[in-house]
């Protein structure tokens, strides 16, 4: 058979996904998630002098969470259930910076753990900053800040 | 209401990305990026604080949240500091995150291992 | 030199095929962890372990536990000492293939490290056959080997990362097989092999490599076929390594399309090892996938006679990650070889 009609074929013949039912898991997984992100919110902003201060706790807070659902071996389930409702809150991106250490621990503590620790988690930094800085630039200059 | 919407935008972020990432070939590594991206840039036309006043944790959870406060803090920090701020204010709002990934995940780490 | 002066090879058959005289599986074994010893063919192997780390403290020398587990036994089974055996060929899928090397250190055997992926046993089998029949050897074990963790390690993402498996994903068999091929012995007979030429048709996915293997799987059934003159009704089974759910269903269709229905006598390894319930995804991959499988259920069902011949097709996947993140697309392999009672 021709390379290009196999391939054809191939995605002819790929198994369906079922959509509906992933994303309306992704939904739910991720609605709760941001619900339980809701009320540490509400709390942090009773304590906490300013807005900011309270993002900067329900950040910490969630990742506090995800990094420690991923100790007790909980959250690659809620990702196998949830898909993208699991990897798309914040405390998925604690769950691939402590999965990835828990993974590479056996290969030592400065060789695996601590420098695989970044492996997924490293692009989302880099761009958040990188982008950040652009963006609060522009921001800046539009909001007069640097006058 | 907030608790309402809280659930609600979360949910339609997540399962918006779930569907992106069953129709095109982007890996959940790509998206992260793109969604952190997308956040600090609806911050920059002053969207994204606006979509966290109206659902708080449906907006601030996902990862979109991250990139926006970025920003939040860049700006927060230049009307302090003036220019030092871009470089200072990145990790204002979420260092305190990071550096809690970092802890936590240095700890767990040394005691958990993997369940499979 | 002209090629008239050569003496031609005696021992082919057709363009691709050797045909192998008095080699036979003499012993075998086969260790596997406690996933797949909960599978349909958990009865059928020597040796369950209950921990899939076997209270090893890293999952690479987890995997060199199982092999060494595998090797140990077959030499015991056959009451033989490591220096009667005249080579150790052994493959597995990590960097520098160190399961089987590692493993080696240990018993002073010559050695010859093999990598096809997950169709290196094929590559061993025929490679044994070959020195055996070659008058090179009298003994020789073979063995291959696969650990779920250490090739996540290897190819994919941490064990605890949520990650969402496709249907078209497999998962790979933690265990490790041997077997002492010999002169002599009452097992069954390796009659024929049809070495595989790496095919490449394209495809890049490597969430469904069962795809991406049938061609070649296709190619060298196709290829023995037509050396021997045989057709599928020759063989009472016809069993594939780990093309799984999704790759059979393409070789199906591509045996289909050369006018070959393969119908009930066709089977996949990476098929028969899970059930559904234990939610493999497509079905078992890794190169303990067909190892334990034929060194198990197959042989054992050939000795009892429900099997007479049969044509076993390890299949491989032949990238590493860095080609895969490069845009590369997936170049396979499949050997073919005869075992007859």
């Known amino acids: 058979m021709d390379p290009k009609r196999y391939r054809q074929l191939v995605q002819e013949r790929a198994p369906k996904p079922n959509v509906v039912r992933d994303a309306t898991r992704a939904f739910l997984l991720g609605g709760c998630i941001a619900l339980i992100g809701q009320f540490v919110f509400d709390y942090f902003r009773l304590i906490e002098p300013t807005r900011g201060e309270a993002v900067a706790a329900t950040l910490a807070t969630m990742i506090f969470f995800g990094a420690v659902l991923t100790a007790f071996g909980v959250y690659d389930k809620l990702g196998e259930w949830g898909g993208a409702g699991a990897a798309i809150p914040i405390t998925g991106f604690a769950n691939s910076m402590v999965s990835s250490a828990m993974d590479f621990r056996r290969d030592g503590i400065i060789t695996g753990l601590t420098s695989k620790l970044f492996v997924i988690a490293g692009p989302v930094i880099v761009f958040a900053v990188v982008v950040g800085f652009i963006v609060g630039l522009l921001r800046s200059a539009f909001l007069g800040l640097f006058a | 209401m907030i608790y309402f919407w809280a659930f609600v935008i979360g949910g339609l972020i997540t399962a918006a990305s779930q569907v992106v990432l069953t129709y095109t070939k982007l890996t959940v590594a790509q998206l992260l990026v793109i969604l952190v991206s997308l956040g600090a840039i609806l911050n920059g036309f002053g969207i994204y604080d606006r979509l966290i006043d109206f659902a708080g944790g449906g907006a601030l959870v996902p990862v979109s949240g991250f990139g926006s406060s970025v920003v939040a803090g860049v700006v927060q920090e230049v009307r302090r500091l003036g220019w030092e701020g871009l470089f200072t204010g990145v990790f204002e709002l979420t260092g305190l995150g990071l550096a809690a990934a970092l802890v936590f995940g240095f700890g767990l780490a040394l005691v958990a291992r993997p369940k499979g | ?46 040796q369950v372990e209950q921990d899939h780390m076997a209270e090893q403290p890293t999952p690479e020398k987890a995997e060199r536990y199982f092999l060494k587990q595998a090797v140990q036994l077959v030499l015991k089974k056959a009451g033989l000492s490591p220096d009667e055996i005249d080579f150790f060929l052994s493959g597995d899928l990590l960097n520098q293939v160190i399961t089987s090397s590692f493993t080696a250190r240990e018993f002073g055997i010559p050695f010859f490290g093999l990598f096809n992926a997950c169709a290196t046993f094929g590559a061993a089998l025929t490679l044994g056959s070959v020195l055996i029949d070659g008058g090179y050897a009298n003994r020789i074990i073979i063995g291959a080997s696969s650990h779920y963790q250490s090739a996540e390690r290897q190819y994919r993402y941490p064990i605890e990362l949520n990650v969402q498996r496709k249907a078209t994903n497999q998962w790979t068999v933690t265990g490790a097989g041997a077997a002492l091929l010999a002169r002599d012995g009452s097992g069954p007979r390796i009659t024929m092999v049809t070495p595989g030429r790496v095919v490449d048709y394209g495809l890049s996915d490597t969430n469904d490599m069962g795809s991406a293997m049938a061609p070649a799987a296709a190619d060298t059934l196709l290829r023995h076929l ?65 190892t334990t499988v034929i060194l198990s259920y197959i042989l054992s069902e050939m000795e009892n006679t429900r099997y007479r011949r049969v044509l076993a097709i390890p299949t491989g996947a032949l990238h590493n990650p860095l080609t895969a993140s490069q845009g590369e697309t997936i170049p396979c392999i499949a050997h073919a070889v005869v075992f007859e009672l």
């Not at chain 3, 031609?8 to 996933?35: F, H, M, N, S």
């Open chain 3, 1 to 46: 030199m002209s090629a008239a002066t050569v003496a031609p090879a005696t021992k082919r058959v057709g363009k691709y095929t050797l045909a192998i005289d008095q080699v036979r599986i003499a012993q075998r074994a086969t260790v596997v962890g406690p996933r797949e010893g909960a599978g349909p063919l958990g009865k059928w192997f020597d």
């Open chain 3, 226 to 290: 037509s050396d021997t003159g045989r057709s599928i009704g020759d063989y009472d089974l016809i069993v594939t390594g780990d093309l799984s759910a999704q790759g059979s269903k393409m070789f199906r269709l591509l045996a289909k399309d050369a006018g070959i229905t393969l119908g009930n006598t066709h089977q996949d390894c990476g098929v028969l090892i899970y059930s559904q319930e234990q939610q493999p995804g497509a079905g078992g991959s890794g190169a303990a996938c067909s």
